[in-house]
Every structure is written in structure tokens, then in C-alpha cells.
């Protein structure tokens, strides 16, 4: 059985920096794609980040390109998203999503089909 745990949400003042990690257990190789979404209350689901280790290839969305890093650890079966200078619209609940279809990763801008999912967790960005 997949299961993926994230941690690391918290509340930050804007320009502070958060570190969500993301344990994932039950594949059998590190094989997959692994994102991380985000959800604002009153709004859709977007994707922030995704890593293909397959073919080492890395998305991040706009609105967060070079103030989000995304890192995956395979010895540790666990990917992070380093979150820096961050900002009050970047409050949302965070959730990490794996799928071994690398086809999926051209759904990492809103997760669509990705069969794997977290519980989220809350990052609140005060002013």
C-alpha cells in the first residue's frame, strides 16, 4: 500500500521560509513522480511543484519559480519543498502526490490523475 505523510507546515511571517517534507512508503523502486499542490480556501487546486526522477525533469509554477525548491531523497523515500521568501497568497493547505506514470507529470500543474495523495498540511503566511 502507498502511503505518502507530509510535515513541515506551520505559520511564518511573509519573507520567512517553511521546509514541507513528504515520506513516501510502499513503491517499490523510487520510480515515480512526485508533486506537491496546493489548495487555498475558495479556490482550485494548483500545482506548485513535481520532480520526475525518471528523466530528472522539474516543475514549478510560476508564481513560485525561484523562491521554491523542490529536493527528492531516495535514500530517505522522502521529497521536500524548500519554501523561501514567502508570501501571504502562498497560505494554503500543501499536499504531496506520487504516480509511477511518468505521462502524469504533464498534469503537474493541477494534479489530474495522480493516484497517490497526502493529508496536507497547513502553511499560513502572515503579513
Known amino acids: 500500500e502507498v502511503q505518502l505523510v507530509e510535515s513541515g507546515g506551520g505559520l511564518v511571517q511573509a519573507g520567512g521560509s517553511l521546509r514541507l517534507s513528504c515520506i513516501v512508503s510502499?513503491?517499490?523502486?523510487?520510480?515515480?513522480?512526485i508533486g506537491w499542490f496546493r489548495q487555498a480556501p475558495g479556490k482550485e487546486r494548483e500545482g506548485v511543484s513535481c520532480?520526475?526522477?525518471?528523466?530528472?525533469?522539474?516543475y514549478y509554477a510560476d508564481s513560485v519559480k525561484g523562491r521554491f525548491t523542490i529536493h527528492s531523497d531516495n535514500a530517505k523515500n522522502t521529497a521536500y519543498l524548500q519554501m523561501n521568501s514567502l508570501k501571504p497568497e502562498d497560505t494554503a493547505v500543501y499536499y504531496c502526490?506520487?504516480?509511477?506514470?511518468?505521462?502524469?507529470?504533464?498534469?503537474?500543474?493541477?494534479?489530474?490523475?495522480?493516484?497517490?495523495w497526502g493529508q496536507g498540511t497547513q502553511v499560513t503566511v502572515s503579513t
Open positions: 510502499g513503491f517499490t523502486s523510487g520510480d515515480y513522480v
Open positions: 520532480y520526475a526522477s525518471r528523466v530528472r525533469a522539474t
Open positions: 502526490a506520487a504516480d509511477p506514470d511518468l505521462r502524469n507529470y504533464y498534469h503537474c500543474s493541477d494534479g489530474e490523475g495522480f493516484p497517490y
